[in-house]
Nanobody, 117 residues
Framework: AQVLESGGGWVQPGGSLTLSCEVS????????LGWYRQAPRPEFVAEID?????VYEDSVKGRFTISRDSAENRVYLQMNNLKPGDTGVYLC??????????????WGQGTRIIVSP
């Protein structure tokens, strides 16, 4: 299984970035695809189920949008109105059947975003 993120970088406060993640191998078809921020333990940011149901951490609601392309085995995180507190390494994860007690999980290496003037 492979989970590969891309799209990180530097952006000024108020700016936007889109993160992309491609899953392959055993990670394909995972019930949930999610984004976490590494700090020092992964912090939940957003996840999306196969049926399109999305859940967000409170601080990103209204600013971030997660989407899933099952045909391409990809998950995206559109990040708008970025704040310095959003700075960090963002990890993509494929897991199931739920976030609290996953029976399987696959993680990427992460992509770094820096939000700074």
């Amino acid at each position: 299984a492979q989970v590969l993120e891309s799209g990180g970088g530097w952006v000024q406060p108020g700016g936007s970035l889109t993160l992309s993640c491609e899953v392959s191998g055993k990670a394909i078809g995972s019930k949930l695809l999610g984004w976490y921020r590494q700090a020092p333990r992964p912090e939940f940011v957003a996840e999306i189920d196969r049926d399109g149901t999305a859940v967000y951490e409170d601080s990103v609601k209204g600013r971030f949008t997660i989407s899933r392309d099952s045909a391409e085995n990809r998950v995206y995180l559109q990040m708008n109105n970025l704040k310095p507190g959003d700075t960090g390494v963002y990890l993509c994860a494929a897991y199931g059947p739920n976030r609290s007690f996953p029976l399987y999980n696959y993680w990427g290496q992460g992509t770094r975003i820096i939000v700074s003037p």
